[in-house]
């Protein structure tokens, strides 16, 4: 009996400045494969179905559980995390494709920084006076620290930003991700002490003004993050805030 | 992809009165306009009554611009601004929000034409004077008749969906359970709105009076 | 004027982002090195917990007996005086940590919540659902990030380590670094380099590690001169999800939280696990171990299971694995408390660990073992080269105890961040008076190493299968159970491929994100850390903690308390041992089986 196999499509660009083509490879089939399995097979045998040499595909990818975020990337469309992207239930030939939001660097790998650089301009931390001990921290309701617990899972991987119309080269957007991350630290006792500065940032161009509701962040989200109520809530408390700061002039 | 550095609060201010004028005045008229043109189902007389009446509000230039024209003009210019902002990702991703979004600029683009022309024909050259006789005329063309179901249709699917966005761009709907309550309010919006104009319309194209019957 | 010292961390985990809060707060300018963006860096896979003995439970506890139960666990190797601090130190870090914003679970009144966790009768182990590293890492990434806002810190995300530039006296002026982007190698000059580079999971090809963690920095500094001490103990966990691409861990806070490990009773018996009558159960930890039950340390649960599969041959019908169950939990508790791991279950076996008893087989998972640092301020015995978190040996013996992993970390941070910086401020002459010679020289050595891989076009080896092979050897011959015999063909099989790499065939020879250069490098070094875990576990003939040889089956204190310090010379690689701090508690047995 022959052994089972299937094609995997890449779609692959050494360089920015480059051009794009795609390579297909076919791949042994065994049991549990997932995608970035699929590309350390042809790491291991970069030949194209074809029986060309290429090279071992460049990919982001570092806990392989889902938690860390790295290896996000288009398969058959969708953007999600190659590790849990298990070849069993994914309809071949299986497509990959970098995110589409992001400065390509090489084939499957894109910068990601602008993600980080956003939540420092939205000022997403708690402001401790110091790591010396002082004793405990603020008392918390379970219920809030369900809610907190919820939305501090985000793992930063892009695929809010990927899926959403409103992010592209016209727009300035965010994403849901750093406005759900405002509400997280807007939520906590200390850090709504801080509120201001995070809902100030949000307001200007590419802030939550830009969301315009079409709920497909919240479809992609890989941990589960309630995005579409973030947004909701943030935009209230921006709103308030707005208001606030309009009429009594701070 | 930035929260640009500057602290500008221009382009939120714009946003938020884009969405504003949307429900008030815009959605807010347009209740009104259905409101006096569901006359025409009631008698011919009594919708010629309302529209004279219409004609009689004073400082009525004034009234207009500012609760009508300038807000409207407003909302749909801004709008396309918006529109060019997004990028619609809809057939690679069929979910029924993704389609919402993606009709609520389709239907703005309908409606905004549709009233265009409508305010054109009724407003400007027939100069906010039709009578009943007049309008029913010209509700026999066929692609008047057309013309007019499908604005119609696009304009309410944009109030009832602009509303659902509007609890939700405003933080009145915030859990997934409030936000449905608020969607399923648009839905009933939009639906009855379209019906009421499909009915004016209809009433209109083939002269009846359905609600005329307590009128003797 | 006194020049303004410069300090420099490699990696961006717990215990470096802690060590670079520490450096900053202390108005030192930071220099912080990341292969991945800090955000995505291995400590988010720790799951069940951090340890403190806050006593918040009404039961007792107390910092002296966290320390016992961390030196008893780790089978009385570590030394003690560090150990007793990391555990008097801990309720404060959970008390930074809690102010910090980590969402830890709470009771009804507000408080921490903690749960129970190996090697331990006590509830010590506070948790933010079953995704306590990412929380904790989340939360001093925040921190960083506040302080680069303040430009205090400086990142550098996307460079690889390579080496430490060292002056003609030997002393740490620096780091060689990579960029994984454009390739370019670099030189950085600091006063001192603190290094917080991890596991060595991918020396045993699947592990629960995450593809950074090679050990490839701590080898580099290991062939510059650097202690490695202790590398023969590995920890694995008992439960994992086995994986081709690597195996995922299934937190011990599943049984912290109450999951039970079982067998049926009878062998190969062809029903699904859920159809399986409780009296058909063979729930052998509780059984052998009944004081500590499901919860004992991590190498009794790892040998337990083995011994039930490959000796008693009762493990589950056509595979290698026993149950860990959580299936009679309250859906409710599941939810709250260890729903980030049973997601995972779900997501990668695709079953619903709520209704059916997951499968489970051990895999390494830590490496007690690292760069070897003082007793007081994790120094390396490089002059300005200071080691703090997985990647160092100070803290956990011979067995880490769960939970005690993330604690150690931010400690040893803490500490070799304040350290690094008396150091540099009391250097007569800091690395602004090295001659830019001495950068040069080590930039060119490394680039001379870059350039030989890209321009060999005569290789025949593939670096992924030389890779596995390591992998494959070193988790059979090197875990769980070790023989000598089998430990000397490791270093035979080891030599080879270390040949073998000799004639590697890169496949790509681009100079843009090439990241088969990169892991081609982190592979050489991978290589001689193997060698030197090896070679360790075939000097200690004993078994303690971790590290288990049926040819020696009990402890040897006259002989092996002692640690073991790889050195590295010329090629070569030596072993010595140097004397355990045993001053504040006596030796004991080590002994879970007792029942009271």
Same mark, same amino acid.
């Given at each position: 009996m022959p052994e089972k196999t299937f094609i995997v499509r890449i779609k692959r660009q050494q360089r920015p400045d480059e051009s794009v083509h795609w390579e297909e490879y076919e791949l042994r089939y065994r049991p549990y494969m997932n995608v970035i399995i699929c590309l350390r097979d042809i790491a291991e045998h970069p030949f194209t179905r074809d029986g060309k040499e290429s090279s071992p595909v460049t990919y982001d990818a570092n806990c392989?559980?889902?938690?860390?975020?790295?290896?996000?990337m288009l398969v058959n469309g969708q953007p999600r995390q190659a590790c849990t992207a298990l070849v069993d239930e994914l309809e071949k030939p299986i497509r990959l494709e970098p995110l589409t939001k992001f400065p390509l660097v090489r084939d499957l790998q894109v910068d990601r920084s602008s993600m980080f650089e956003n939540l420092k301009r939205t000022k997403c931390w708690i402001p401790i006076d110091g790591t010396y001990d002082i004793g405990p921290g603020p008392r918390m309701s379970p219920e809030t620290q369900e809610v907190g617990y919820t939305l501090s899972q985000c793992i930063s991987c892009g695929n809010c930003l990927e899926i959403c119309p409103k992010v592209n080269e016209n727009s300035h957007f965010v994403g849901a991700a750093i406005v759900s991350q405002v509400r997280l630290f807007n939520m906590h006792p200390t850090g709504k002490m801080h509120a201001g500065p995070r809902l100030d940032a949000l307001m200007g161009p590419g802030g939550i003004e830009d969301c315009d509701n079409a709920q497909n962040c919240v479809k992609v989200c890989p941990k589960g993050i309630p995005l579409t109520e973030s947004l909701a809530a943030v935009n209230g408390q921006v709103l308030r805030h707005a208001v606030k700061s309009f009429v009594f002039g701070k | 992809m930035s929260v640009a550095a500057s602290h500008s609060r221009t382009s939120y201010i714009l946003d938020k009165l884009q969405s504003l004028s949307g429900v008030i005045p815009i959605g807010a008229f347009l209740a009104e306009h259905f409101w006096s043109n569901s006359y025409a189902l009631v008698s011919a007389k009594s919708y010629d009554n309302v529209s004279s009446e219409l004609q009689l509000i004073p400082w009525r230039i004034f009234v207009e611009s500012t609760v009508l024209w300038l807000p409207l003009l407003f909302h749909s210019f801004y709008g396309l601004y918006i529109w060019w902002m997004g990028k619609s990702n809809v057939l690679g991703h069929p979910w029924m929000s993704n389609w919402l979004f993606t009709l609520q600029r389709v239907t703005g683009i309908i409606a905004f034409a549709f009233i265009a022309w409508h305010v054109y024909t009724e407003r400007f050259v027939g100069r906010g004077m039709t009578a009943y006789a007049d309008v029913q005329a010209s509700m026999m063309n066929p692609w008047f008749v057309t013309f007019y179901l499908i604005g119609i249709a696009a304009a309410s699917f944009h109030l009832g969906n602009g509303l659902w966005n509007f609890a939700c761009k405003w933080g009145i709907a915030v859990s997934v359970k409030a936000q449905r309550a608020a969607g399923w309010f648009g839905a009933a919006v939009a639906v009855s709105f379209t019906l009421m104009g499909v009915a004016i319309v209809l009433g209109l194209h083939y002269g009846k009076f359905p609600l005329g019957g307590y009128v003797q | 004027m006194k020049h303004q010292p410069k300090i420099i961390i490699v990696g961006g985990g717990l215990a470096g982002l802690m060590a670079t809060i520490r450096v900053a707060e202390s108005g030192v300018p930071v220099e912080l090195f990341s292969?991945?963006?800090?955000?995505?860096?291995?400590?988010?896979?720790?799951?069940?917990g951090i340890n403190a003995a806050k006593n918040l439970k009404g039961e007792g506890d107390s910092t002296w007996k966290h320390f016992d139960d961390t030196i008893y666990g780790g089978d009385f190797l570590a030394n003690q005086s560090l150990v007793k601090a990391m555990c008097e130190a801990a309720p404060a870090i959970i008390d930074l940590l809690d102010r910090m914003g980590v969402m830890f679970n709470r009771t009804p009144e507000g408080l921490l919540d903690f749960r129970r966790f190996g090697g331990t009768l006590f509830h010590r182990t506070a948790f933010a659902g079953a995704t306590t590293g990412q929380q904790l890492l989340y939360a001093l990434d925040e921190q960083v990030r506040r302080f680069e806002s303040e430009d205090k810190v400086k990142k550098f995300e996307g460079w690889t380590f390579l080496s430490a530039v060292l002056d003609d006296e030997g002393i740490c002026r620096g780091i060689c670094a990579m @960029? /994984?982007?454009?390739m370019e190698i670099r030189t950085f000059p600091c006063d001192a380099a603190i290094f917080c580079t991890g596991g060595v999971g991918a020396i045993f090809g699947r592990s629960t590690n995450s593809v950074v963690c090679t050990g490839s920095a701590q080898s580099a500094l290991f062939q510059q001169g650097a202690y490695y001490a202790n590398g023969e103990f590995i920890q694995v966990h008992p439960t994992a999800i086995p994986g081709e691409d690597k195996c995922r861990l299934m937190s011990e806070s599943a049984r912290g939280e109450g999951g039970r490990v079982w067998v049926p009773k009878a062998p190969q018996d062809p029903r699904r696990g859920k159809d399986i009558p409780e009296n058909e159960r063979f729930y052998f930890l509780e059984e052998w171990y009944?004081?500590?039950? @499901? /919860?004992?340390?991590r190498d009794v649960a790892t040998r337990a299971i083995h011994k039930v599969v490959y000796e008693m041959k009762m493990g589950l019908v056509g595979e290698p694995a026993v149950y860990l169950d959580v299936s009679h939990i309250p859906r409710e508790v599941l939810e709250r408390k260890l729903e980030g791991i049973l997601e995972i279950y779900e997501k990668f076996v695709g079953v619903d660990p709520h209704v059916e008893p997951m499968k489970v087989f051990p895999a390494m998972h830590y490496t007690m073992g690292g760069l070897w640092v003082d007793n007081e301020n994790q120094a390396t015995n490089i002059p300005g080269v200071y080691a703090a978190g997985e990647c160092e040996y100070q803290y956990h013996g011979a067995n880490r105890l769960g939970a005690n992993s993330l604690v150690s970390c931010i400690f040893g941070g803490g500490i070799a961040g304040p350290a690094a910086v008396r150091y540099a401020r009391s250097l007569a002459r800091g690395c602004e008076a090295t001659s830019p010679a001495v950068y040069e020289r080590e930039r060119v050595r490394q680039q001379d190493i870059s350039d030989a891989l890209l321009n060999q076009h005569t290789g025949t080896e593939n670096p992924l299968t030389i890779w596995r092979q390591l992998g494959d050897v070193m988790t059979e011959n090197v875990t769980v159970i070790r023989y000598n015999a089998k430990l000397q063909a490791t270093l035979v099989k080891i030599d080879e491929l270390a040949d073998r790499f000799t004639r590697i065939n890169l496949q790509d020879r681009t100079q843009w994100a090439n990241q088969t250069l990169n892991f081609v490098r982190e592979l050489g070094n991978m290589i001689v850390l193997a060698k030197v875990i090896t070679m360790g576990a075939l000097a200690r003939n004993e078994t303690r903690g971790a590290h288990y040889k049926p040819e020696f089956p009990n402890r040897d204190d006259a002989n092996f308390l002692k640690t073991t310090i790889a050195r590295y010379n010329g090629g070569d690689i030596q072993l010595a041992y140097e004397p355990v701090d045993t001053s504040l508690l006596p030796l004991r047995e080590r002994k879970y089986t007792a029942s009271a």
């Open positions: 392989l559980e889902e938690i860390c975020g790295a290896c996000a | - | 292969i991945v963006p800090v955000k995505r860096s291995h400590s988010v896979c720790a799951q069940g @960029n /994984l982007k454009t009944p004081k500590y039950g @499901n /919860l004992v340390p």
